[in-house]
């Protein structure tokens, strides 16, 4: 829908969106907002998947206008249209933005296949489609809505950005799918891949088997000596493979989950350099993912490390499955998980109910809920604006006075601005109960200790945890499991010691030669832009490193 009183853009703007999108979408324009709903009911009141609003001399009140409209039709994706060169809409826009009253916003087309135009309006229809489901389905999924192992597979496709379908096993559609693989009585979920040249179905199938059925679970040639074995494939992990193999060294990277690690989970990142309207963390994972693929990285998903032994200057890591790697240099990027909520009435309901990062894969379910999102960082933030667009009311539950001191600024005033969305300071979740499912929490007032027990679901983002247990007693660590690098190995009494004469480089660990990066590392910024260039600094120290020769204890 094109809205705008100056007839220059409508007919312009009518006429590129007709000619490349008028075989799949119905494309309609109007001068005067007060008629638009009237036009959509003489067509049947279809779905609208994208409002473009004028910004200008014409149109003033553009973005009240486009509130407006959004409020009618709020699955649409909300547009600012502006001239090129008409400056002055710039901060008004970035403010719209800012505190969530505007999705994005483009230049009206400047003459016939605008490009630049249509590649933005393509980005947008991705999004919008995305938001609704449905459509191809690469693999699909049959079982219970609130069985933790549906919910965790879910999870693990959604983030991977694998096209995705779920049924409920008891609905009419559950029982014909059911029906036509001639499963009676299976074991839920049931797991269909359909982009294979033969159709495979799994039941209740386990992460390796997954990874088996995708094809992606390669043998590994223990004798083989790579140049770099990475740790994880969140942003630092990633970071570290590009550069690693656009440069030439040979690189394998092991990923027990999804790529992205935690900022996979993230619905939209707004603050990632380039990226002026924002990406979601799976969006640039997969981007990150291809990158590194294509430059030469070799990936082995679903394992994960579980040991690590150095011996004459080669590195052995140790997999879940009992395969093992050698490699010259290691990056541990392992990332971190989220910190459970510790109240163990709520354990009990882990994925019926109760979701650790899941706000992705699960916010479709929500539509019509009460949803409280716990915790006070960007993450938690973020979650909290993607719930809002399907539950009925999202609550920020924060145990701090205040978030400026943990969340960015521009996300502050989203959540502030967004009318569904209620930040509650000085809370704290201490029960819960239900049947199947979480039904209803307890909340504590911090300040009064009063008790409160409402309905609704939760989504809980706590902080984090390093997944460094695997190197205890290997690798040094801090109190609370964070890898220890560069000058922190000689500030102290550190267990195991630097054993070397030369000072270990800025990200070396305590074994030369092996490197951490991200959120596993003591002193690292949450931040994925941050995470990224560790990954890029620490392909800079294996170079030095592998270029100085193998470092032997003394030397």
């Not at 693989?181 to 982009?195: A, D, K």
């Not at 995470?531 to 294996?542: D, I, Y």
């Amino acid at each position: 829908m094109v809205v705008t009183r100056d007839d220059g853009v409508r007919t312009t703007t009518t006429r590129e969106l007709e000619r490349r999108y008028g075989a799949d979408y119905l494309v309609f324009s109007c001068d005067d907002p007060v008629r638009v709903d009237e036009a959509l009911t003489a067509r049947g009141d279809p779905p609208v998947a994208l409002l473009l609003g004028g910004l200008g001399d014409a149109d003033p009140d553009g973005l009240r206008v486009l509130r407006g409209l959004h409020g009618t039709h709020p699955e649409a994706m909300a547009v600012a249209l502006v001239r090129w060169g008409a400056w002055e809409t710039a901060r008004p826009i970035f403010e719209a933005i800012t505190v969530g009253q505007l999705d994005r916003w483009l230049y009206v087309p400047r003459g016939r296949a605008d490009e630049e135009f249509h590649h933005a309006v393509t980005e947008v229809l991705d999004e919008w489609s995305s938001r609704q489901g449905g459509g191809f389905e690469a693999v699909r999924i049959i079982g219970d809505r609130w069985d933790p192992h549906a919910q965790h597979l879910r999870d693990h496709l959604t983030r991977n950005r694998i096209p995705l379908g779920f049924h409920e096993a008891g609905s009419p559609t559950g029982r014909e799918l059911l029906a036509e693989l001639g499963l009676e009585q299976p074991r839920l979920p049931v797991v269909v891949v359909r982009f294979r040249p033969e159709q495979i179905v799994l039941q209740a199938p386990s992460d390796l088997q997954m990874a088996d059925a995708f094809g992606l679970f390669d043998p590994l040639d223990p004798t083989v000596v790579h140049d770099v074995a990475v740790v994880g494939a969140g942003p630092a992990g990633l970071g570290a493979s590009v550069y690693a193999a656009s440069e030439g060294l040979s690189v394998l990277q092991v990923e027990c989950e999804a790529v992205g690690g935690q900022a996979g989970t993230s619905s939209l990142i707004r603050n990632y350099l380039g990226f002026p309207t924002g990406v979601s963390g799976s969006r640039l994972a997969a981007s990150a993912y291809q990158q590194a693929w294509a430059f030469g990285t070799s990936f082995s998903f679903m394992r994960t490390a579980q040991a690590l032994t150095s011996e004459d200057g080669l590195h052995r890591l140790t997999l879940s499955d009992g395969a093992s790697v050698l490699a010259r240099t290691v990056v541990v990027a392992a990332g971190a998980s989220w910190r459970r909520i510790g109240v163990p009435e709520l354990e009990a309901f882990t994925g019926r109910g109760v979701f650790y990062g899941a706000a992705v894969s699960e916010a479709p379910a929500m539509r019509g809920r009460q949803v409280f999102v716990v915790g006070a960082g960007n993450s938690a933030g973020q979650a909290a604006v993607h719930l809002s667009r399907y539950a009925d009311r999202v609550h920020l539950l924060v145990r701090r006075e205040s978030l400026v001191e943990t969340m960015s600024e521009y996300l502050i005033r989203e959540l502030v601005a967004l009318p569904n969305v209620e930040v509650r300071y000085r809370v704290q979740v201490v029960g819960g109960r239900g049947a199947d499912v979480l039904e209803r929490v307890v909340l504590r007032d911090l300040d009064t200790g009063a008790e409160t027990e409402e309905p609704g679901m939760l989504f809980v983002m706590i902080g984090s945890e390093p997944r460094t247990g695997w190197l205890a007693g290997v690798l040094a660590r801090d109190p609370w499991g964070f890898l220890l690098t560069g000058a922190a190995l000689t500030a102290g009494d550190v267990d195991p010691a630097w054993p070397l004469h030369r000072p270990p480089a800025l990200l070396e660990t305590s074994t030369p030669g092996v490197f951490a990066a991200g959120d596993v590392r003591q002193g690292s910024v949450k931040r994925v832009a941050s995470a990224v260039g560790e990954g890029a600094l620490a392909v800079t120290l294996v170079h030095a490193y592998l270029a100085a020769g193998r470092d032997r204890p003394g030397r």
